[in-house]
């Protein structure tokens, strides 16, 4: 067998062609290293077949059986509801979607070989949608001998391709050990072997949860890897030069002075802090961390006016259009009557209006406001020296440093970073190794508490009536619908279904949907009419989750409770409490609740202070929920996941250090394998 180098172009790899390269390509793998660092999201295993009778709920595995009844049941949504056994005993099979020439195949009761995951159903257990062929009750069911690794896919790029690129570039390509790690049992190698195709005998939990010490050793070698690029990162930065800001200038003390309200202490010290970067020649990398509603956005513009006040302009991004209007109008508030220039410039500001704009920001016009747009290369400032970015965890590292070449001359200009996600301290040092970080970790005086009740979905008409009740007083009201691990596509059906039972609940109350499949053109246009007041009950999925302000809702429903994971409960329930009367959470769940989630539900009961949650979520430790989902952005792992590997973190930081001081060439190459091109990270 040819050993291929990892540098080798994916093309070298049996059965990639120039099409499959360009699908490849939009996954991110494009030499052979790439394909043998694609790791596997979860395993199935399809190694054997359980039978029937030992069914329990949260198992994913395969069944095989005779169809014993099909028929299709249901009125307004129907759906096809199949039998199945085994002679240990039977399970129902549910589809939501199913066609006719399915449905008439069920009904000649062919012999089956099902794989899915069991859950409880109305009448027993049943699968949900799970595949399945028709075979021979006459012959062994075909198994696998390996658990089968499911990988990050794409579009035109399924499993069949990502399987057969991985075995080959296990068998083809050489890896070197970079990793200085002496006490570990596991050659990168063989951990690589077993990652991609685990023996059947392999524990299929702990490989689910990460913790196999294959999959520990790899974690670790790409935390070392990360916290290098982060290192070389921050170097970089640091070697750059930003314009010095002055402390202490009028126009920032003119603002603090017409606020309606005085700055906390917290909000005193991390003002002090931002100040002080600001006014050093060394480009702030800065992460201001403050819990939903702690008061980031007057921090950020008092930022501002002082990058202002030294005759320089100053950006604010938001991830999305909803949350940067809202900063638009706090920002106009506050320094329109100070004689300041506020510029708006969104994906949908077209024509002659973004020509304007572009030109005012060219010009000089003090502050701009906006989404990603503004970070796009037409977009042009006279003199940069501040980027504010909301909500970083929306935004990649990669976004975040475009804004880098912003700066007037080859200056670079100051960053801070607002993020709401409740991240215990220990865990922002990894995450955001690259930055300083300030903490607001106190709530502005007079909130009024959020009272937090759990309800078992069986008492819907109750909740109906309350929300009703809250309807009347004049109150505006969240209702969302979860569905955790189902598409977007079952996301947005069942919540159109459920706002129009409520429509029909509720009588003639102004009922509004958001989903995830809207534009987002629609989803701000609905968000808007809620926002005036014009929808009184808003049906939302998650996507409500960030920044939202609308101080007159004050109930919120959030169906499946025990589904979410804690930050998203935390997130979602931070969109009420905003206004001047009690607001109130009713956490809806299904029994029967498991020990975990019983307890999870009883800190969001307990207390509303984002870190104990953040730190009590870690304790419980749902799986990847503290910020280990991939979509932190923060930092997107192949294999680590910050919130599991904590034991893994002591040494991270030593090893990368001893890694930089005696290998630097390692370091890079380290870099590359699991991070990607080091000169776009800073390394030289
Ligand atoms: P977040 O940190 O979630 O971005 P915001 O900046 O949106 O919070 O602030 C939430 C609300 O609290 C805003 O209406 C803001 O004007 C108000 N606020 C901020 N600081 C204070 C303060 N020190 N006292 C009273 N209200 C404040
Ligand atoms: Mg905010």
Known sequence: MTELAPETAITA???????????????????????LFHLPLRYEDRTRVT????????MR????????????????????????????????????????????????KPYLVCYGEVRPGYDGLEM??????????????????????????????????????SSAALEQVGVTELLDAPDEDWTLADALHYVHRPPPEADL??????????????????????????????????????????????????????????????QGRVVDEIGNDLAGEMPMQRLLHGDVGAGKTVVAAIAVAQALAAGHQAALTAPTEILAEQHYRSLSTWFEPLGVDVVWLTGRVKGRERTAALEALADGAGIAVGTHALM?????????????????????????????????????????????????RTLAMTAYADLEVSVIDELPPGRKPIGTVVVNADRRSEVIERVAFALTEGRQVYWVCTLVEESDVLQAEAATDTAAQLEHELGHAAVGLVHGRMKGVEKDEVMGRFKAGKLRLLVATTVIEVGVDVPNASLMIIENAERLGLSQLHQLRGRVGRGTAESTCLLLYRAPLTDTARQRLEVMRETTDGFRIAQRDLELRGPGEVLGTRQTGAVQFRIADLARDQ??????????????????????????????????????
């Open 13 to 35: 790899l049996p059965g990639v062609g120039p099409k499959i390269a360009e699908k490849l390509a939009q996954l991110g793998l494009t030499s052979c290293a790439d394909a």
């Open 128 to 165: 949900v949608h799970p595949e399945y062929t028709v075979a021979d009750p006459d012959t062994p069911v075909p198994v696998e001998d390996r658990l089968t690794p499911i990988y990050p896919a794409g579009e035109g790029v399924g499993q069949a391709i990502l399987r057969r690129i």
């Open 376 to 424: 796009e290369e037409a977009v042009r400032f006279r003199s940069l020296a501040l980027v504010v970015i909301d909500e970083q965890h929306r935004f990649g590292v990669r976004q975040r440093l475009r804004l880098r070449d912003k700066g007037p001359g080859d200056s670079t200009p100051h960053q801070l970073i607002m993020s709401a996600t409740p991240i215990p």
């Open 51 to 58: 039978p029937i009778g030992s069914l329990r709920p949260g």
């Open 647 to 684: 034991p893994l973190l002591a040494r991270v930081g030593p090893a990368a250090q001893r890694i930089l001081s005696d290998f630097p060439a390692r370091a890079e190459e380290l870099v590359r394998r699991w991070v990607g091109d080091p000169e776009r990270f800073g390394g030289v």
């Open 61 to 108: 595995v395969m069944v095989a059986g005779q169809v014993l009844s099909s028929a299709s049941v249901g009125r307004a949504r129907r759906s096809l509801v199949v039998a199945l056994g085994d002679g240990t005993g039977r399970v129902t099979l549910r589809f939501f979607h199913f066609y006719a020439n399915q449905t008439r195949m069920l009904r000649r």
């Open 205 to 266: 939990k702990q490989l689910s949860d990460g913790e196999h010490p294959a999959q520990q050793r790899l974690a670790l070698e790409e935390l070392v890897a990360h916290r290098i690029s982060m290192l070389f990162m921050r170097e970089r930065t640091r070697s750059r030069r930003a314009p010095s800001l002055a402390t202490g200038p009028a126009l920032a003390a003119e603002l603090i002075a017409a606020l309606p309200f005085e700055l906390t202490g917290a």
